[in-house]
């Protein structure tokens, strides 16, 4: 059985340590990864803003959490296309987070996060946390999917709600209610970003849709209310009531007061036990949804380039990543799935593109900031619902409600209801139980004790076993000897089904014969199982013999002492010897 090894010195070595190798980079590979990650910076710009803005962060906090966190996963990370930066599934959970402890609060979270996800890759989890099942994982993100979607509408629409409620159904009953406060011009900003998003996807893939929708129509907004700025003034009927309301377009600007033209200076956060506690809970929701997340987008990525990433050093990436954000005031980051896919797309050769895509949103700041304070926030609620719905995915959710067994499918509904109506840090926590016990009940189902008596005597008699002998045929058929296989991992299941055998039995035999050729593993509950079986064997006068072990079963039986109590004579390789003992 393959050991984990604590600082494994593979898990240390980043995916850019492979450019510095003769001849493995070239000027030509620079290109590639130069166009790509221009490419992928423009595609982030919009979306870094947006997730925070919905996250109750600030535009800037955005852009510097993908600048910094994005540089820091491309260059310690274990994939060459991984693009980090803030995502959709943090929105909810960093929400709650700011409203609970303030945005010192989220600070401290995210450093403590990052603390945990260093740890996790440094003792080799990064295996394990990527096979959380696949209905834990869709329960998540349509359930954040609806979230976002729900926490765009009062932007899309212009609504006047002043304080919305954090509650999913209050939320959208505030909605409701101010139906009558919807604001023409700003669903008119919306939707038209919403359209010129969805017609470049379908005619032009190629085209970063979503910054090229927030750009025409930021333009456009920005003109319509330079054309009508004249008659806002004015009070010439219809026409300066529309003039006032282009004017009241909500942007950037109005909000946040515009974007800073540079990265602010790095500021460790007072860290404390006191704060640390108070913060855990939702920090080890930060760090569990970020190594998920960052895990499944690196697999995506490794299908579509035939790649094959290291995820403990991707989540030691994701730490320092997280951990580099917080102290330049930025929020919580992950491997961005979208970004990735589009990386790739765009013909990226290594981890420098992602480089180059934190350098692209460094050059936006500090030379265009202005122009990005004019964005238009019903613009960023576009992208953002278009976001949520390629999240939610409805069409594979509705898939595994009607394929799938139910315990699939009550995981999937269970997780997306905790997501939805409670709360994503609870829903993280007990999505991950649920993969335990999916994965419990999936080893108690392939597991089996079943008696072999009537097939050895016909395999005895006219099978192809050597050295086959009448004592052996005749001891099966006296029931002198009962034949037990185990079959699947030693662990609880099986164990209780041992430990129901000898009440089944309809005649006491003299011996026992526990065959364990199919048994890959056994752990100190399957031991405990054994010593009550073989006690209760002797105290009925019945002789255990255990035979066909795998190297590791073997080995554990040994270290705990368990042959000895049993006797050498009793631990017995071959099934024929065995049974004539």
Not at 427 to 444: C, E, P, S, T
Not at 454 to 470: F, K, N, S, V
Not at 556 to 564: A, M, P, Q, Y
């Amino acid at each position: 059985m393959r050991k984990i090894n604590l600082f494994n010195k593979e898990d240390l070595i980043p995916r850019t340590a492979e450019l510095i190798k003769p001849g493995a980079y070239s000027f030509s590979s620079f290109g590639k990864d130069l166009i790509a990650g221009f490419i992928v910076g423009i595609v982030a710009l919009p979306l870094s803003m947006a997730f925070s803005i919905a996250a109750g962060g600030t535009p800037a906090q955005g852009i510097y959490t993908a600048i910094i966190a994005g540089f820091c996963v491309s260059m310690f990370g274990g994939s060459r296309f991984q693009i980090g930066g803030p995502t959709g599934a943090f929105v909810v959970i960093i929400s709650k987070v700011i409203a609970d402890y303030g945005m010192a609060g989220l600070i401290t979270a995210t450093v403590l996060a990052g603390i945990m996800l260093t740890a996790m890759g440094i003792f080799g989890l990064g295996r394990f946390i990527k096979y959380i099942p696949y209905p834990v994982t869709t329960g998540f993100t349509t359930g954040i999917g609806l979230l976002i979607f729900s926490q765009q509408i009062k932007d899309f629409f212009g609504m006047d709600i002043q304080k919305s409620s954090p509650d999913f159904i209050n939320k959208w009953a505030e909605h409701f209610q101010a139906i009558g406060t919807i604001d023409v011009f700003t669903l008119s900003a919306g939707l038209l970003t919403m359209v010129i998003i969805l017609f470049i996807r379908r005619t032009a893939p190629r085209i970063p849709s979503a910054a090229a929708g927030v750009l025409i129509v930021t333009v456009l907004c920005s003109a319509l209310k330079w054309l009508l700025r004249d008659y806002a003034a004015t009070d010439d009927g219809i026409i300066s009531m529309l003039a006032q309301q282009a004017q009241g377009i909500e942007t950037i600007a109005t909000r946040f007061g515009g974007i800073p033209s540079g990265i602010p200076v790095p500021d460790i956060p007072p860290l404390s036990f006191y704060v640390f506690r108070e913060v855990f809970p939702a920090a080890l929701s930060i760090a569990l949804l970020a190594a998920i997340e960052s895990l499944l987008s690196a697999v995506v990525s490794d299908g579509m380039s035939g790649d094959r990433h290291n995820s403990n050093t991707e989540l030691i990436s994701q730490g320092i990543g997280n951990i580099a954000s917080a102290i330049f005031g930025g929020i919580p980051a992950t491997g961005a799935i979208a970004r990735t896919a589009t990386n790739i797309k765009a013909g990226a050769v290594s981890p420098v593109a992602g480089i180059v895509h934190s350098v692209t949103l460094l050059l936006f700041i500090l030379l265009l900031s202005p122009a990005a304070s004019m964005i238009p926030l019903a613009s960023l609620s576009a992208v953002l619902i278009i976001v949520s719905w390629d999240m939610s995915n409805l069409p594979r959710f509705i898939r595994i409600i009607r394929t799938s067994p139910k315990s699939d499918t009550s995981v999937l509904i269970t997780t997306f209801l905790l997501t939805v109506l409670v709360d994503l840090s609870y829903a993280v926590v007990v999505g991950v139980l649920l993969a335990v016990f999916l994965f419990m009940r999936r080893m108690i189902e392939i597991a089996n004790v079943k008696m072999e008596n009537d097939e050895l005597i016909a395999h005895l008699a006219y099978g192809d076993i050597r050295d086959r002998t009448a004592e052996s045929i005749q001891a099966l058929s006296r029931k002198d000897t009962d034949i037990f296989e185990i079959s699947g991992p030693f662990f609880f299941g099986v164990a209780d089904m041992l430990q129901n055998t000898l009440r089944h039995l309809s005649k006491t035999p003299k011996k026992i014969v526990l065959r364990m050729r199919s048994v890959p593993a056994i752990d100190s509950t399957g031991i405990a199982a054994l010593e009550s079986f073989l006690m209760n064997c002797r105290h009925q006068k019945i002789r255990l013999v255990l035979t066909e072990c795998g190297a590791q079963p073997k080995a554990v039986l040994i270290k705990s002492g368990f042959i000895d109590t049993l006797g050498s004579e009793n631990f017995i390789d071959s099934l024929e010897e065995a049974i004539e003992s």
